[in-house]
Structure formats: C-alpha cells, structure tokens
C-alpha cells in the first residue's frame, strides 16, 4: 500500500496517449466513464489506500464494507492504473459493443461488488483451512479482478480465438487460467485472490445462474419504475 503516488507520472500519462491514440470518439460511454473515473480517483482518492483497500479484517471483524465499493477503483501506483487501464480499453470496447451500454454497466457494477465478496470468501476459507491468520490482513485494491472476470465473458461471446501468454498461443478456453498463473510466477506480490475472485464471477455469470439473477434484479426493478424492461436484456 505505501507504494501510493499522487500526481503525473510515467505510467498516467503513457495511459493518457493510449487513450488519445484510440480516439475518445472511438470508445464506448460506459467504457470512457469506467477509465475517467479511475484516473480522477488515482490523482484525487477518496481516502489512503490503507483506509479503501479491502481485506478480512477490514471488511469482516471492523465491518469497513463501503470497501467493497471503494477497493477496485483505486490504484497502487501509476503502472498499477496503466495496465488495468489499458486491459479496461479493449475489453471494454469489445464487451460494451456486444452487451450494449447500460447492460454493460450494470454488469460492471455487480461484478465489481461480486468479486470483493468472493475474494473475502476465498481469504477466510484460507484462514481457516491453513490456520494462518495472515491471509486475514492481505489487502487488496485495483480493477484487475473485474478485468478477469470481464476476460472470461469475452472468451465466452467470442470461443475459439487463441491469446499469447507470455508469447504462447494459449486456446481462449483456458487463457485465463494461464495468465493468473503467469502473473503471480512474473509479480508474486499481485493478489492472486483477487485475481482468481474475478475468473470465478465470470464463470458463475457464463456458466452459472448470475446472468439469470441479475436479469431477474433488472426487470423487477423496471417493473416497479414502469420502465421499458426488455430492451437491454437480450445479450
């Protein structure tokens, strides 16, 4: 967490040129909002990172659960925003096209909530099956858990593409797997939790019955606004 800085850096403003380059015409509003949002937090934060990011005894034993809503959208450090930045661009571009933007918001939304919950989940089950109170401070924040489960829907809507992996060419199948494992053997500090938390949401909305509960959520709740339920749920 001390590795927090304020300000233009390298990494902010390499992101900055990535985002130019593409053109913000080019990027979808859901996706543009998604990358604002997380930059204004990185150069203006709500609170320090030790104060949002989220853990089993922040969120548990002191009951901090407005982590949940705070962890993913702040960042380590520049590069830490850059990478997720940049994974959020061209994701976001492809799933938002497809899953069309307010169903794509909604789905940020839940899966960025989802996966904090599931990532308290897996770090409990650790505390309790190694006896290791440890695994009980680690404390996450970062986007990259939403990012995986955003990779495990955009395998789903496109199957039988091939991804490099560390300049492999890895079946999208099982992509994801390989990269949460490349990414904590090259950054063994990264919260593999985290990561892990997000493949598991995506596969619970792509495999699972998430989509169906959350397309239950949506049309009680446009029923009750006597709103026009059926125009974003068909994805």
Known sequence: MERRQRGVS????????????????????VTLGVLVLNIFLFLNPLRPLTEVCLSVNEAVHRQNWQRLLLSPFHHADDWHLYYNMISMLWKGIMLERKLKSIWFAYTIAVFSVLIGVVYIVLELLLMIILDDPSYGMNCGVGFSGVLFALKVLNNHYNPGRVS????????????????????????????????????????????????????????????????????????
């Open 164 to 235: 490099t992996v560390l300049g492999l060419p890895i079946s999208s199948k099982y992509a994801c797997w390989v990269e949460l494992v490349a990414i904590h053997l090259i950054s063994p500090g990264t919260s593999f939790a985290g990561h892990l938390s997000g493949i598991l949401v995506g596969l619970m909305y792509t495999m699972g019955p998430l989509k169906k509960i959350m397309k239950a959520c949506a049309v009680s709740l446009a029923y009750r606004n006597s709103a026009h339920s059926g125009k974003f749920l068909d994805n």
């Open 10 to 29: 390298a990494g902010l403003l390499l992101l900055l040129y990535q985002i130019s380059q593409v053109g913000f015409q080019n990027i979808p509003s």
